[in-house]
């Protein structure tokens, strides 16, 4: 699919939670799989760091991956979006993820450690930024 400022998106890809692990994302990538979607939340089973070391080990050209990934509750706020950001791209092993979601508004009883310090509204604006830069392609 494209989006709506030119971006293609790949219809079939790969949900990188419940389980889901670096072998997993490996051959899943030498399968032609070309859109991964994962997020930061270890505690609901993703593994940002197993995707970004089966990427790695694939071979595929970072171009050809279309990498999804998501704020937890927890880092909303500005700042908190950034370095979560920061955090990301860094366990995935790029310089740029393809899309960047929120993903949920809020923290609730047993799903976040800690308080965000900020809004999904300032972590909007954070990402706005971040798209503006080219650190992200869509939002």
């Given at each position: 699919a494209t989006l709506s400022h030119g971006l293609r998106l790949p219809l079939v890809g790969l949900g990188c939670a419940s389980g889901v692990r670096h072998n997993h994302v490996y051959y899943a990538l030498n399968a032609g799989y070309r859109h991964l979607d994962t997020a930061q939340s270890y505690t609901w089973g993703y593994h940002e760091d197993?995707?970004?070391?089966?990427m790695r080990d694939?071979?595929?050209?970072?171009?050809?991956?279309?990498?999804?990934?998501?704020?937890h509750p927890e880092d909303l706020g500005y700042d908190a979006t950034l370095k979560a950001f920061d955090q990301s791209l860094a366990r995935l092993h790029v310089s740029y993820l393809d899309s960047m979601l929120i993903h949920k508004p809020r923290c609730w009883q047993g799903a976040c450690r800690k308080e965000p310090e900020g809004t999904w509204q300032e972590s909007w604006r954070a990402l706005e930024g971040l798209f503006d830069e080219g650190k992200v392609r869509s939002i």
């Open positions: 197993e995707v970004g070391d089966a694939a071979g595929t050209e970072r171009e050809q991956i279309f990498v999804q990934s998501k704020i």
